[in-house]
C-alpha cells in the first residue's frame, strides 16, 4: 500500500468509494497502487505465457525436453537469449513452457484446498461444539508439521512426480483455509441476520451457504491468490530436491536443481528459471494485497 | 549371495553416486612412506559426503565404509588394477588353499594390536569371521564356509561347504573387517557399544572423535604394525558435508584441504584452474538398462537388438558420466574379475536398428515403453532424456518415469507381466567378484526376480554361469573363460543393454598427492598414504 500517486488528490477522495461502481474501484486502485499494476501485469504475462506458450518459446520442442547436446551450456547470446542447459535445451524456451505446468499445479493445490478446507470450516464455526473441536483438533495436526516437511513425506511415500506433489501441498494447504473460514463463520452465526435466518426455519445448509460462505468470500479469495504464489514456489521447491516435476518436463524448480552444480560458471542454467519463479511468486502477492484494498474500500488509503 | 546386496543399494544408493557421479579419492597400497615424522600441526581436514549409518565393523554395509578401511583391516587385501599381485598381506601374512578347494589356511602375522591393547591372533580372526557370518551386514559372502577355526595362536583354517574364492571373500570391503575380541564381546553385551563412536580395529588410525552428522576425526595408531605405512597426517579432521556443491565451495575457500566429492560436472574447470589435478580410476560401478522379456514387443530379440543398437552410448557417457566413463563390456565392470575386452560392445546405428525392427515386423517402430529410473540418481536423470530420443529416431516412443529406486524395484519386482518395459539400473559388486554377484544376480534365472529384472530365462547362460561360479573356487582362469561364453550369450540375445563403467574421478589440490583408488573399496578413501607434496 505505498503511496506513489504523482497528483494530489482532493481530502474528500477518501470517502467518495460510497458512491463508485466496482469498476472506478478497480480503476482507482490501479492508478494509486502502482505495485497492484506490476503484479496484476506479471499474472497477465504468466497466464499469456502458460496458453501460448508453445507459440512464443522460440524452441518449442527443446522446451519439453528435446536434447540438443551439441549445443550445451551456452552462454546468453543472440540464438539462445537466455543460454542452454546441460542437454543443449535453450533456457527460454523451458521457462516459457514451464509456466502453464507452473500455475495449473498451483491453481489445483489451491482449488483442491479450498474445496476441503472451506466446508469444513464453515460447518466447524457454524455448528461448534463438539464437531467443531474435531475439525480443529485434525487441522492442528496437520499444522503441527511444517507444511513443506509433511508434503515431502507424503511425495516420499506417494513417489516423486508433479501429480503426486500436487496432492501432497494440497493435503498441506487445506487447514489454513479450513481455520480462516471457521474464524469468519464464528463471528458470523451470531449476528442478527443469522439468527433471523434460523428463526425463519432457514436449513443449515442454505444458512452456510447463502449468508457464512457468501460473507466470507473476500479473505478467501485473497488468501487464494496469495496461495497460488505460495504453491508455485513451494512446487518448485520440492522439484529442486528431487520429488516434484521430474525430468525432462520443463519446471523452475527442477531447471534450478539442474543447473546448480554448475552455478558458479555455468550461472543462467539455474539464475533465470529461479528470476522466473520469484517473479511469479512476487506477482500473485502484489494482486493479493491488490484484491484486498479492492473489496475493502476501509483500506485503501490511510 | 547376491540376496543381500540390496541392503547396501538401500542405505547408499545416493552416496553411491556421489562417489561417482562426484569425486572419490582412495589411496590404498599400504607402503612406501618414507617421510611419516609425525609433526603435531599435521591435520589434514577434509570435507566427506559419507554418513555413518553405524560404526559395527560387523554390521556395517554402508557409506561409513570411507572411515572403517582407514580404522579396520581385513585378513588380506585385494590390490588395485595393475599392481604385480593379486592381494596384499593384512593382517595375516601367507594364505593358501589346499587341492580341492575345500579348506583355506591363513597364516595371522605376529605383533599387531588392537587400538586397545589387545593382540591380533587366531582367536581374534575366528571371533571376526563368525561374528561376520552370524549377524553381519553382509554376512551372505560368509556363505561358502562350513567351519573357522585357530588350531594355534598364528593359524587360522577355514572349512568350506563348496569351493569358493575365500580369497576374495577375505578382502571384501563388507563383512570381513578383524575385530578386537573385546569390542565383539562388549557390542554382544551391549548392541550400542559402538554407537558413541568407537573402535575396535588395528588399522593406522582409530576414530578420536564422533560427532554425529558433523564431525569424524581419526588420529593415526602410534603402535600400528606397519611402520612403513605410518600414515603422514597424524589428525584427520573430516566435516560430514553430504552435498557436493558445499564441499566445492569450502575446497575452494580453502576451509579444508580436500573434498571426496564435488560435482562431477565441475571437475575440469577445477583443473583448468592450475590448482588442482583430476585424477580418473576405473570404478566397480557400471550403468545398464534391462529389457522385460516375458511381454512383447521385447519378447522378441530382434527387438531387443534393434533397440540395444539405438541406445546413444556415446551421449550418455559425455552427458551421464560427463565423459568419465567407458561403454561396458556387458555387466562386469572394466577391471573386475571376470572382465574381458573381448566381450562384444553394440554401437549406436539407427539403420541396423531401424531394419532390425522391420524384420522383427514392426517397421517405423510404431510401439511405445515405459522405462524406470531411480530419480535420486543425477547421472540418470542426465543421461535418460537421450535415451527417450534416441529410439524416438527409429519410432519407438518412451515413457519415463522417475521413481525412487526402492519403488522402482519394488514394482519391478512383484509382476513381470505388468512392469517396466525398461529397468535402467546403477550396479556393482559387493565384493570384487562380478561373476558371482553381477553375472549371476542380474540375470541368472530364479522363481521370484530379485535384481534379475529382465525376467529372462535362459537354459544356456544359467548353466554356463553356475558351472563357472563352481570352478571360481579352484581355477580362476578357467572360470573366467566360461563366464566370458555367458557374456556372449548376453550379446546375442541381448536382455538388456549395457551402457558405461562409471570412472572414479578425484580432484586432487596441487598440494597433496594420494595412493592410487582401489576399486576393490571404492567407498573408501584412505588417508594414511596422502602426504603433502614436495
Known amino acids: 500500500m505505498t503511496i506513489t500517486q504523482k497528483k494530489p488528490e482532493p481530502a474528500l477522495k477518501a470517502f467518495v468509494p460510497f458512491g463508485e461502481g466496482p469498476l472506478g474501484r478497480l480503476g482507482r486502485v490501479l492508478r494509486t497502487d502502482s505495485l497492484a499494476a506490476v503484479g496484476i501485469g506479471l499474472i497477465l504475462l504468466m497466464v499469456v505465457l502458460a496458453v501460448f506458450g508453445q507459440w512464443i518459446a522460440p524452441f518449442p520442442e527443446q522446451g519439453m525436453g528435446q536434447t540438443n547436446i551439441s549445443q550445451r551450456n551456452l552462454a546468453p547470446g543472440a540464438l539462445h537469449w537466455l543460454g542452454t542447459d546441460q542437454l543443449g535445451r535453450d533456457v527460454l524456451s523451458r521457462i516459457v513452457m514451464g509456466a502453464r505446468p507452473a500455475l495449473t499445479v498451483s491453481l489445483f493445490v489451491v482449488a483442491i484446498a479450498a474445496l476441503i478446507g472451506v466446508p469444513l470450516g464453515a460447518i466447524a464455526g457454524y455448528r461448534g461444539g463438539w464437531l467443531d473441536e474435531v475439525l480443529m483438533r485434525i487441522t492442528e495436526v496437520f499444522q503441527s508439521f511444517p507444511p513443506l516437511l509433511l508434503a515431502m513425506v507424503t511425495v516420499a511415500v506417494l513417489g516423486p512426480s508433479m501429480t503426486n506433489a500436487g496432492i501432497a501441498l494440497a493435503i498441506c494447504w487445506w487447514p489454513w483455509y479450513a481455520r480462516l473460514v471457521r474464524a469468519e463463520a464464528r463471528s458470523l452465526r451470531d449476528r442478527p441476520f443469522v439468527e433471523a435466518a434460523r428463526a425463519m426455519g432457514v436449513p443449515t445448509w442454505k444458512i452456510i451457504g447463502q449468508h457464512i460462505l457468501r460473507n466470507c468470500s473476500t479473505p478467501i479469495l485473497v488468501q487464494a491468490t496469495v496461495d497460488v504464489g505460495s504453491v508455485i514456489l513451494a512446487a518448485g521447491s520440492l522439484a529442486f530436491i528431487g520429488l516434484g516435476a521430474q525430468p525432462p518436463s520443463p519446471d523452475w524448480g527442477l531447471m534450478v536443481a539442474e543447473g546448480r552444480g554448475m552455478v558458479l560458471t555455468s550461472w543462467w542454467i539455474s539464475t533465470f528459471p529461479g528470476l522466473a519463479i520469484f517473479l511469479a511468486t512476487l506477482g500473485f502477492n502484489l494482486l493479493g494485497d491488490a484484491l484486498r484494498d479492492y473489496f475493502d474500500p476501509r483500506q485503501v488509503k490511510r | ?534
Open chain 2, 1 to 534: 549371495m547376491e540376496i543381500n546386496t540390496v541392503l547396501s543399494r538401500r542405505a547408499f544408493v545416493t552416496t553411491a553416486m556421489l562417489v561417482v557421479g562426484g569425486v572419490a579419492v582412495a589411496a590404498c597400497s599400504p607402503g612406501g612412506n618414507k617421510g611419516g615424522n609425525g609433526a603435531a600441526s599435521n591435520v589434514l581436514s577434509v570435507a566427506a559426503s559419507a554418513a555413518v549409518t553405524t560404526w559395527d565393523p560387523v554390521r556395517s554395509f554402508s557409506t561409513e565404509a570411507l572411515y572403517l578401511g582407514n580404522i579396520y583391516e581385513p585378513l588380506i587385501w585385494k590390490n588395485a588394477e595393475g599392481a604385480q599381485e593379486a592381494f596384499s598381506p593384512g593382517i595375516a601374512t601367507d594364505w593358501k588353499t589346499s587341492d580341492d578347494g575345500l579348506s583355506w589356511t591363513f597364516t595371522i602375522r605376529s605383533g599387531a594390536t588392537f587400538h586397545d591393547g589387545e593382540a591380533v591372533d587366531a582367536a581374534a580372526v575366528k571371533a571376526s569371521i563368525d561374528a561376520a557370518k552370524e549377524n553381519g551386514g553382509a554376512s551372505f559372502i560368509w556363505a561358502p564356509l562350513k567351519s573357522v577355526e585357530a588350531p594355534d595362536a598364528s593359524t587360522v583354517v577355514m572349512h568350506l561347504e563348496y569351493p569358493a574364492p575365500m580369497d576374495l571373500v577375505a578382502a571384501s570391503t563388507y563383512g570381513a573387517w578383524i575385530v578386537s575380541p573385546k569390542a565383539l564381546a562388549a557390542v554382544k553385551a551391549d548392541k550400542t557399544y559402538f554407537d558413541a563412536g568407537v573402535d575396535g580395529g588395528s588399522g593406522p588410525y582409530k576414530l578420536a572423535s564422533y560427532v554425529p552428522g558433523q564431525k569424524v576425526v581419526l588420529e593415526s595408531y602410534a603402535d600400528y604394525w606397519n611402520k612403513e605405512a605410518m600414515p603422514s597426517y597424524t589428525t584427520v579432521d573430516i566435516s560430514i558435508t553430504p552435498d557436493a556443491v558445499t564441499a566445492q565451495q569450502m575446497l575452494t575457500a580453502g576451509e579444508v584441504d580436500f573434498a571426496t566429492n564435488v560435482p562431477l560436472e565441475n571437475a575440469k574447470d577445477l583443473a583448468a584452474g592450475g590448482d588442482y589435478k583430476v585424477q580418473e580410476y576405473n570404478s566397480p560401478f557400471n550403468y545398464l538398462a534391462f529389457f522385460n522379456t516375458t511381454k512383447p514387443p521385447l519378447d522378441n530379440v530382434k527387438v531387443r537388438e534393434a533397440l540395444s543398437y539405438a541406445m546413444p552410448y556415446a551421449d550418455i557417457i559425455e552427458i551421464g558420466g560427463q565423459g568419465y566413463g567407458t561403454q561396458s563390456h556387458g555387466p562386469v565392470p572394466k577391471g573386475i574379475f571376470p572382465y574381458a575386452d573381448s566381450v562384444p560392445q553394440y554401437k549406436q546405428d539407427l539403420d541396423k536398428a531401424a531394419a532390425l525392427l522391420a524384420e522383427a515386423g514392426h517397421p517405423g517402430g510404431g510401439f511405445s515403453l515405459n522405462l524406470s529410473y531411480a530419480s535420486e540418481n543425477p547421472a540418470e536423470a542426465r543421461f535418460v532424456p537421450l535415451i527417450k530420443d534416441a529410439l524416438a529416431k527409429v519410432g519407438v516412443e518412451v515413457t519415463v518415469r522417475a521413481e525412487l529406486f526402492n519403488q522402482q524395484w519394488e514394482s519391478a519386482k512383484a509382476d513381470p507381466k505388468s512392469a517396466q518395459d525398461i529397468f535402467v539400473l546403477y550396479y556393482w559388486p559387493t565384493y570384487s567378484d562380478a561373476g558371482a554377484d553381477n553375472l549371476y544376480s542380474l540375470f541368472h534365472s530364479s522363481e521370484k526376480p530379485y535384481f534379475n529384472l529382465s525376467y529372462w530365462n535362459n537354459a544356456d547362460y544359467d548353466a554356463l554361469v553356475d558351472k563357472a561360479g563352481k570352478l571360481a573356487g579352484t581355477d580362476k582362469e578357467a572360470a573366467g573363460k566360461v563366464y566370458r561364453e555367458a557374456m556372449d550369450v548376453l550379446y546375442k540375445e541381448a536382455p538388456g543393454a549395457f551402457f558405461y563403467d562409471a570412472h572414479a574421478v578425484s580432484v586432487i589440490p596441487n598440494g597433496l598427492t594420494f595412493g592410487k583408488f582401489n576399486e576393490n573399496y571404492p567407498f573408501t578413501v584412505f588417508f594414511a598414504p596422502v602426504r603433502p607434496s614436495s
